[in-house]
């Protein structure tokens, strides 16, 4: 027996009037996805515990299997997992992301956030600023004294790692959240390091506004990556045995770093396609090639589809849509023929992490809609995969309940 999971970032959402008042998944044509809904377990799921950020991080716990309530300490120490950055005790790891600011004459307090990945910035130009900003000779003064260096993530996304850093009631906000609002109330704050990272991020403004790599970006139309954002904070994370837990290893693809981190913790394999790239233009049949290749040597694959989130962040609802289109047809659908081809008895999970809503661009932690097929009964739910059919099956209220489902456990 196979076991797959499928992620499928933000895909879910409340009905947007643009779309006749659908959601994007009532929406979009996925035949695929809605004929495994027909003939599973369809319902919903909490994956993001009450009291916790709703997002990627916790949600993406809970379906592996590891209660946030538990093991959560923030975003960023899962990201540094991924490449492998040890942090030490009394460390702290937050997500640096290459952001967007208004261009006007305001002080960076009074400007608006724009783009919380710098308009979907190129991985080598995001390295290129942030290497750059680290070796600036005010900046790094100003880092040493604060303890801070810089891991270049080759995305919008880098990791800072700060030592003995007082996170004692520290206020920061995840970007994503609040584009368009003025910088001012989100700036880091509730405690004396609270005004170390302002400072930084000041500094960070000053250097990069007018850096030649972001006027030339100004020149060819596109978003200057003209600040860095601190967020997602947290040590040092253990987590629990994915193999001892469920009997088999396995891979997690992905293009982002938080769930190749979770993979690492959990002792899975954390699988790169080449041309993955956590935006809409990113390599979905590769993806459905790598799960086929990891069900050659392991019984666990799952795949993770960034697309959807990112385009509802960066107000593309066509985006979301093709994006949720383009998981059916060229992730999931060479995926099933390869599984058919093989001869495979499976069971899969698809689900979307969080609902990502259109009328935001932020998160929210509502429940979401699964589907578990087994490729051995058909369930006759005859149902499609979207919100509204979600709730006519079972809730669960607790996202860790799910790898067990998937393992007849």
Same mark, same amino acid.
């Given at each position: ?123 080598? *130009?995001?390295? #290129? ?7 600036? @000779?005010?900046? /790094? %003064?100003? +880092? ?68 030649p790599l972001n006027e030339a970006r100004r020149a060819s139309g596109r978003l200057p990556a003209n600040g860095i954002w601190f967020w997602a904070q947290g040590t040092a994370v253990a987590l629990p045995s994915f193999p001892e837990a469920y009997g088999t290893g396995g891979g997690v693809i992905s293009a982002v770093p938080l769930c190749h981190g979770i993979a690492r913790l959990t002792g899975l394999e954390p699988i790169? *396609?080449?041309? #993955? ?7 979905? @049949?590769?993806? /459905? %090639?790598? +799960? ?118």
């Open positions: 027996m196979k076991y797959i999971l499928v992620i499928g970032d933000g895909m879910a959402d409340n009905p947007v009037p643009s779309l006749s008042n659908k959601t994007p998944l009532q929406y979009a044509h996925i035949p695929h996805m809605d004929a495994l809904a027909a003939k599973s377990e369809l319902g919903s799921v909490t994956n993001c515990p009450k009291g916790l950020p709703p997002g990627s991080d916790t949600a993406i716990l809970s379906i592996f299997g590891c209660d946030p309530r538990v093991c959560y300490t923030g975003r960023a120490p899962l990201e540094a997992a991924a490449t492998g950055i040890a942090l030490e005790p009394g460390d702290a790891a937050y997500r640096c992301n290459m952001v967007s600011y208004e261009d006007t004459d305001l002080p960076l307090a009074e400007r608006r956030i724009l783009s919380h990945n710098a308009g979907s910035i190129e991985g080598d *130009v995001s390295d #290129a600023l942030i290497s750059a900003l680290f070796a600036d @000779e005010a900046f /790094a %003064a100003l +880092a040493k004294q604060a303890g801070m260096r810089v891991y270049p993530g080759s995305s919008f996304r880098h990791i800072a790692v700060q030592h003995a850093a007082d996170l004692n009631g520290i206020r920061l906000t995840p970007p994503h959240d609040h584009l368009g609002e003025v910088v001012g109330p989100l700036l880091p704050s509730g405690c004396a390091n609270a005004a170390v990272l302002t400072e930084l991020m000041e500094c960070a403004h000053a250097f990069l506004d007018h850096h790169t *396609v080449p041309g #993955a790239t956590g935006e809409l233009e990113t390599n979905y @049949e590769g993806k /459905a %090639a790598a +799960a086929l290749e990891t069900l050659e040597h392991y019984d666990f694959a799952a795949v993770h589809v960034e697309a959807p989130d990112e385009c509802t962040h960066n107000g593309d609802t066509q985006g979301k849509l093709q994006a949720i289109e383009w998981l059916d047809s060229r992730m999931l659908a060479p995926l099933l023929d390869g599984l058919a081809a093989r001869g495979w008895d499976f069971r899969m999970l698809i689900l979307s992490d969080h609902k990502t809503l259109t009328s935001t661009r932020g998160h929210d932690g509502d429940p979401v809609p699964y589907l578990l097929y087994d490729s051995r009964k058909d369930q006759g739910c005859g149902l499609a995969y979207c919100e509204a059919d979600g709730e006519k099956g079972p809730h669960l209220p607790d996202g860790t309940m799910l790898m067990s489902r998937l393992f007849e456990k």
